[in-house]
């Protein structure tokens, strides 16, 4: 299969949609990214929108379900292609598809709080707990002082 590799930025325009897929969950949005463009007297003209439809898979489910919704501008990085079907009346029909491999906001529009995934260690020695614990507490601290988003 031919993939071709694309970043888009854009805004999310409906609510994603968590769905199972086999043994697997997978996560769906539309995404549209406008462009603009300068006119000859200096005015900002709207120029063409692209529509794309992105799929997350994996490990991407539970982070953009928890963190992104309908509105929220993102940068997304994954592989392009074309999904054909047939519609109610018969006329076949294509539209674009792109399995996100990153999904992130972007920050240029938004301000966003990076939680990091910790996997917990079993057994770990009472001095470093009580070392991480002591910095779990200055981080939590940090955070309340950061606005939560624009």
Sequence with gaps: ???TPLT???NIVNDPIRRTVGDQEVLKFRLASNSRR???DGTWEPGNSLFVTVNCWGRLVSGVGASLGKGAPVIVVGHVHTSEYEDRDGMRRSTLEMR???VGPDLSRCLARV???VLSVPDAAPDATD???AKDADDDEAREKLPLSA
Excluded: I, L, N, Q
């Design 1 to 3: 299969m031919f993939e």
């Design 131 to 133: 070392a991480a614990d």
């Design 38 to 40: 300068r006119a000859a």
């Design 8 to 10: 888009v930025v854009g």
């Design 100 to 102: 996100a491999t990153s």
């Design 115 to 117: 939680e990091k995934t």
